[in-house]
């Protein structure tokens, strides 16, 4: 998975750089192109003539040095990368990514890459541990950075803990696997839709809902890392879109996001709405703020179209179309329904009146039921690692290579 792949390794300041000389080897014997940027603090453990024998290319550490291949050495650097190795990770360059300082040519670089990012951490145990570096690592990995976890152990320290640099197999196995999923999904359109939809009432109250746009986000991250063409759809949410993608649309109401699916439905291989679209919306929108005069307020709601409904309606051969149904009563029942009634592949089906299923946490508990009756039941897990599940179970044969 790793021929002709271009390879950018920074090495940072700790002992565990001699180890990033065997990850070279390795990535090269796997087919990489390797090149080098060391921190100042890094060629204090290992020579630069080091990493350039073993990866058979010049090796970057000064900001200022004599330019002798590229015009402006860290842009081309990360233009050339098809992903970026960190390793060893000090404590230093996680909390310098994080912030996004640029003090050096490493650094600097990082802020200019658009290609995946992978962080292999290597420190003593309570360093590691720190809630200031494990709040880096958090903040990276949100951002869509990979992150290796190291392994535990005896450290060069003498300390005893987790810190010791993941083994380079390792390292390189995880970057094998990650171009392997990356290219499963390539060329193939996926549409997910996001968060729940707004309808307003006056200029400035709506009819909204909980959904936080958790989930979908999560599912767009997923086909993103598995190399789709990814449109995401969301209604309004306080989450960012996921790194790498290219096509977002926002939009408020369900009129506006059924517009929008609609455009990009019919050329979408998978469509996931995991939005929560307004059922209703107020009749007559008022022009202006509604002012509190009579004891009761009656506001007449009309239908929203389903969205979903018309994608069922209009399906196109080959299409995966799969929704959600978030229930808080006989959710089987109404699952196996609404897959008949709107023409469905599949639908995640949650109940949301049990704890950590639904809207706005971070987890979720569903089941995963498909169009012949099956169903794949799975436990309380992170949304990220549910969304990974819905495409195991979701893609057909042929996209599964
Ligand atoms: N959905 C949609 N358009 C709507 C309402 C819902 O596309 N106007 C989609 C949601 O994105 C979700 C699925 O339909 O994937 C299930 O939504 P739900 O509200 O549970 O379905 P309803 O048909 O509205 O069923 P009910 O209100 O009877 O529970």
């Not at 696997?177 to 549409?191: C, T």
């Amino acid at each position: 998975m790793l021929q002709g792949k271009k390879i950018l390794l920074g090495v940072t300041g700790g002992i565990a750089a001699y180890k990033a000389v065997e990850v070279v080897s390795r990535l090269r014997k796997a087919g990489a192109e390797v090149r080098v940027v060391m921190t100042k603090e890094a060629t204090e453990f290992v020579t630069e003539l080091t990493f350039r024998e073993i990866s058979g290319n010049p090796v970057t550490v000064d900001m200022w040095a004599p330019v002798q291949h590229w015009n402006v050495a860290h842009i081309s650097l990360a233009e050339w990368a098809d992903a970026v190795l960190i390793a060893p990770a000090t404590a230093n360059i996680l909390a310098k990514a994080a912030l996004g300082v640029a003090d050096d040519m490493l650094a600097t670089t990082l802020l200019a890459v658009t290609s995946p990012v992978f962080f292999a951490p290597a420190m003593n145990c309570n360093m590691y541990t720190h809630p200031a570096v494990q709040e880096n690592l958090e903040k990276l990995a949100a951002r869509g950075a990979h992150i290796i976890p190291p392994g535990t152990g005896k450290l060069a320290c003498g300390a005893e803990g987790p810190g010791r640099l993941a083994e380079p197999a390792d390292i390189v196995a995880t970057m094998e696997k990650f171009f392997k999923s990356g290219a499963q999904l390539s060329g193939v359109k996926v549409l997910v839709t996001a968060a729940g939809t707004i309808e307003p009432i006056d200029p400035v109250r709506y009819i909204g809902n909980r959904s936080s746009g958790r989930m979908g986000y999560a599912l767009a991250e997923e086909a993103v890392a598995r190399g789709a063409e990814v449109v995401l759809v969301s209604g309004p949410s306080a989450l960012t879109p996921p790194a790498g993608l290219k096509n977002f649309i926002s939009v408020e109401t369900a009129k506006e996001m059924r517009e929008a699916v609609l455009r990009e439905a019919e050329t979408s291989r998978v469509i996931i709405k995991a939005a929560a679209v307004a059922d209703y919306h107020p009749k007559t929108v008022s022009d202006q703020k509604i002012k509190k005069n009579d004891e009761e307020l009656s506001i007449i709601l009309e239908k929203n179209p389903d969205i979903l409904k018309e994608l069922g309606q209009k399906k196109q051969p080959g299409q995966i179309l799969v929704g959600f149904a978030a229930e808080t009563q006989n959710l089987m029942q109404y699952a196996k329904e609404k897959i008949s009634k709107k023409n469905l592949d599949f639908i995640v089906a949650n109940d949301v009146t049990k704890p950590g299923a639904g809207f706005n946490t971070a987890t979720n508990l569903v089941k995963i039921v498909s169009r012949d009756g099956g169903v794949e039941e799975l436990p309380l897990m992170d949304k990220r690692e549910v969304a990974k599940r819905i495409f195991d179970c979701v893609l057909p044969d042929e996209l599964k290579k």
